[in-house]
Structure formats: C-alpha cells, structure tokens
C-alpha cells in the first residue's frame, strides 16, 4: 500500500534563511507527487506536482521540489522564506485518481523575524 | 469570484444528532470530495463523486454518506453523530478525476464539533 512520511510536523525557521520540508514516499511504481500549502482557517492550495521528467520542478510562490527515485523523496525548498510562508504544507502521492492520492500528516511551518 | 463554498463554517452539534454539511462550486467541476483533517492523520478521503448521479465511498466512509443530485452541490449528511466525528472538513472539487492533469480546488472548511 501507498504512503508518505513527513517526519518534520513542526519547523521554525528565521525569515530570509532557507527551507527544506522533507518528504517520503512508497509507492508500487512511478507515482503522481504534490506538494500542498494551508494557510490557517483555509483550504489546501496546490504548490506544485509531478509525475515524469525533470527531477527538480518549480512551483508557485518560489517553491522547488526534487524527486529521488534512489530515497524515495520529494523533498520541498525555498532558497529564503518569507513571513508570509508560514503555514501548514502537506505532501501526496498517489496514481491518477484523486480516490487513492495519500495525504501526509503536514509539516506545520513557523517563520520567525 | 469561482470556488467553493461551504456551510456552516463550524457548528457544535449534540452527539446523536443528524447533521448536513453543505457544499457549493460554481466552476462545473465534474469530480467533487469530502475530507476531513484531523491533527497527526492529514487528510483522509471520505467519499467523492467523479460526475453528477455517481458516488464512491473513501478510505473513512463510515458514519457519512454523500448525493451528488447536480453538479454543483455535493451535501455531506452525518445521520447520528459521534464525537469522534469531530474534525475539520473540507469540500473539494476538480474539473476531472486525474490528479495530476486536475488540480483539487479546496473550501475553507467546516470545523464540526460533536459532545
């Protein structure tokens, strides 16, 4: 059965300084990965996806993720946060139905001043 | 400006009590979901509909169940409630059951509480 694993539920970090939100993964064959973000009393917002090709994919508001295959991960960055980063992020993972995409438990971000 | 909405957004509701969560989208989305949150599990799948007339049960279905009598409203009916129904819940839809070609649109949530 498919997983994901954020073993980080809660990171505080300094604004400017950099992220890195951890993420693995089982899966039977190549899967479909997310990253998404919950801004508090929000729904989740989608950061960025993939499926195939470039290992390293760019997503909206200066996100990057790069998949290894070798660890199973998908690791989430930013180069240097903002205030406005702070919130909840979830990794998925899943085949092509969104009836079998798995949720991971969020990784809780603070960013401090 | 297009989305989903949901209602109420929170209740406390008497355990025992049958319960309706009420969710809207004005985009045509074909695919819509219930999920509820809950601290240390994530996101769990509690049904969806892939079209207007269809439902399928998710990984925690028992307690709820779901109609999707037209394409904008997917109701979610609690018919006796129990505490450990006490979660956020969050309505979402896509314009087509690929996860990856169809982005989910998520509402805000409905935070329910059961005593």
């Known amino acids: 059965a498919q997983s994901v694993t954020q073993p980080d539920i809660h990171i505080t970090v300094s604004e400017g300084a950099s992220l890195e939100l951890r993420c693995n993964y089982s899966?039977?064959?190549?899967?479909?990965l997310f990253w998404y973000v919950q801004s508090p009393g929000q729904g989740l917002q989608l950061l960025l996806k993939?499926?195939?090709?470039?290992?390293l994919v760019q997503g909206i508001k200066g996100f990057e993720a790069e998949f290894k295959r070798s660890q199973s991960s998908f690791n989430l960055r930013k180069p240097s946060v903002h205030w406005s980063d702070a919130a909840e992020y979830f990794c998925a993972v899943g085949p092509g139905g969104y009836q079998k995409v798995t949720f991971g438990i969020g990784t809780k971000l603070q960013v401090i001043p | 400006i297009a989305g989903i909405t949901q209602a109420p957004t929170s209740q406390i509701l008497a355990a025992g009590r049958r319960m309706t969560l009420r969710c809207t989208q004005d985009?045509?989305?074909?695919?819509m979901y219930w999920y509820r949150q809950d601290l240390g599990l994530g996101l769990r799948l509690i049904h969806y509909s892939n079209t207007a007339g269809t439902t399928g049960k998710g990984e925690v279905p028992d307690g709820y169940s779901v109609s999707r009598a037209n394409t904008d409203d997917f109701p979610l009916t609690l018919a006796s409630a129990v505490p450990s129904q006490t979660s956020v819940y969050f309505c979402?839809?896509?314009?087509?059951?690929?996860?990856?070609?169809?982005?989910?649109?998520f509402g805000n949530g409905t935070r329910l509480t059961v005593t």
């Open positions: 993939y499926f195939s090709g470039d290992t």
């Open positions: 985009m045509r989305h074909n695919a």
């Open positions: 899966y039977g064959a190549t899967p479909y």
């Open positions: 979402a839809s896509s314009p087509g059951g690929n996860s990856y070609n169809s982005p989910l649109h």
